[in-house]
């Protein structure tokens, strides 16, 4: 039922910065923690950072100081203000939706964006 949109993806020079955005839709957004994950070809998908209904965030301590998450409850939208970026932070990002409840049973991804960092 839950639908996510990744927005904001592109080509970044080292310690540049971009934006993503994620657009929820088809449910309650108050009802959901929402975070970002990040994917190489043959890794494993892994957490960047989640925030909170309330505003309570977490983030993995290779994005610590420069990646902020934030949500507006109004738009039914998460973001991710990436800064100081990295070559090594080239990947797939994903929006992920997961409801405070009912957790796995009501988890949903968003399709990805690409984000390059290089010269």
């Known amino acids: 039922q839950v639908q996510l949109v990744e927005s904001g993806g592109g080509l970044a020079q080292p310690g540049g910065s971009l934006r993503l955005s994620c657009a929820f839709f088809?449910?309650?957004?108050?009802?959901?923690?929402m975070g970002w994950y990040r994917q190489l070809p043959g890794n494993e998908r892994e957490l960047v950072a989640r925030?909170?209904?309330?505003?309570?965030?977490n983030y993995d301590e290779s994005v610590k100081g420069r990646f902020t998450v934030s949500r507006d409850n109004a738009k039914n939208t998460v973001y991710l203000q990436m800064n100081s970026l990295k070559p090594e932070d080239t990947a797939v990002y994903y929006c992920?939706?997961?409801?405070?409840?009912?957790?796995?049973?009501?988890?949903?991804w968003g399709q990805g964006t690409q984000v390059t960092v290089s010269s």
């Open positions: 992920n939706s997961r409801h405070i409840a009912y957790a796995a049973s009501r988890d949903y």
């Open positions: 925030i909170t209904p309330g505003g309570s965030t």
């Open positions: 088809g449910s309650t957004f108050s009802l959901y923690n």
